[in-house]
C-alpha cells in the first residue's frame, strides 16, 4: 500500500509540476542558433529580432552562430537539443525546405516546432548590362533559341536563388547552363562582366550592384519596385522567395511553444526591428506558427520538384 501511495504522490506531483514549468518559462537566457556565419542577411535579423524578443520575453536571447553545409550543422543542433524552449534557431527556408531533398540529413520538416515567420523576401530575375536581352521578352526569346542557350549564376546546386532560377525555367520551358559562385557578390560580378547573363536574387543585391531587374517572382508587385512586373502578369506564372522564421525541436510543449509565439509577435511589430528590415530591403512579416509551417511545406513541395528537375549543370 505504501509503495502505491508513493507512486500516486509522484503522479500527481508530476501532474501538479508541468503546468507550473510552463507557467515560469523563461526563467533562464535562450539560445538563438543562426545556422549560417556572422555578418550575413540570416545573423543581421536575427540580432534585430534578439533584442526585440528578448525585451518581450523577459530573459536574454544569446545568438549562437553555427554555419557549414548549406545552414543544415545549426539545424542538427537544434533538432538534438533538449524540446524546453531553451534552444530555438532563426533560420530561413532553404535549410528546412530544400536541402534534405539534396542531401542525406537526420532531419526532414517533421523535426521542428515552426513559431512563427518574421521576415519574408521575394526574388526578382536580374540581368546583367552585358546580356543580349534587355526585357523579359528578349529574355524568354533568347533562352527558347537553343537549349542551355542563357548561361546564367547561382551560390550553390539547391541554393535559394538556384531554385528562383529554376522557378523561371520551368515556367517558360526553357534549360540553362548553371554556373556556380561562392555568393552574391562574386555572381554581381560576373554579370557585370558578361560571364554570366542573369541570376535570381533579392531586390536588394539588384540595387546594390546597379543591375537592372526583368520581373518580380512575387504573387504580387513589390512596393519598392512598383515599374516591376510579376511574372505572372508576363503570362509566365513562378514564385520563389527567402523567407525566415522562429523554429524549436519538434516536441517543444505547446505552452512554451505559444510563449514564443506571443513574444515574437511583439517583436517582429517594434519599430526598431521593422527599421532594420527596411534596410536590408525584407518585408517584415509576421505569421503565427500554422501558418507559418504551411509556408514552408508548400515552398519544401515545389523544392522536391525542383531538386528532381535538376541535371548534372544544375540545369532544368
Known sequence: MHAIAGTIALVIAALVSAPADAQTYPSRPINMIVPFPPGGN??????????????????????????????????????????????VALSPNNPVTAQPHLQKLPYSMDSFRYICLTYYAPYVL?????????????????AKAKPQNLVYGHPGLASQPHLGMLAVLKAIGVDGLGVPFTGAGPMAQALHSGTIMAITETPAVAAASHLPILAA????????????????????????????????????PPAVVATLEKACAVATARPEYRAIAA??????????????????????????DAVKRMGPAGGK
Open 42 to 87: 540570416t545573423d543581421i535579423m536575427a540580432r534585430a529580432l534578439q533584442t526585440a524578443m528578448s525585451a518581450a520575453v523577459g530573459q536574454t536571447i544569446v545568438i549562437i552562430n553555427k554555419g557549414g553545409a548549406a545552414g543544415t550543422l545549426g539545424l542538427i543542433d537544434v533538432m538534438r537539443s533538449a524540446p524546453d524552449g531553451y534552444t
Open 126 to 142: 536580374i540581368a546583367g548590362p552585358k546580356a543580349p536581352f534587355k526585357t523579359f521578352d528578349e529574355f524568354v526569346k533568347f
Open 217 to 252: 517572382l512575387s504573387e504580387t508587385r513589390l512596393a519598392p519596385l512598383p515599374n516591376v512586373p510579376t511574372m505572372k502578369e508576363l503570362r509566365h506564372p513562378a514564385t520563389s522567395f527567402t523567407a525566415g522564421g522562429v523554429i524549436a525541436p519538434g516536441n517543444t
Open 279 to 304: 534596410r536590408l530591403n525584407v518585408e517584415p512579416r509576421y505569421l503565427p506558427g500554422a501558418a507559418f509551417r504551411k509556408l514552408f511545406e508548400v515552398d519544401s513541395l515545389d523544392n522536391a
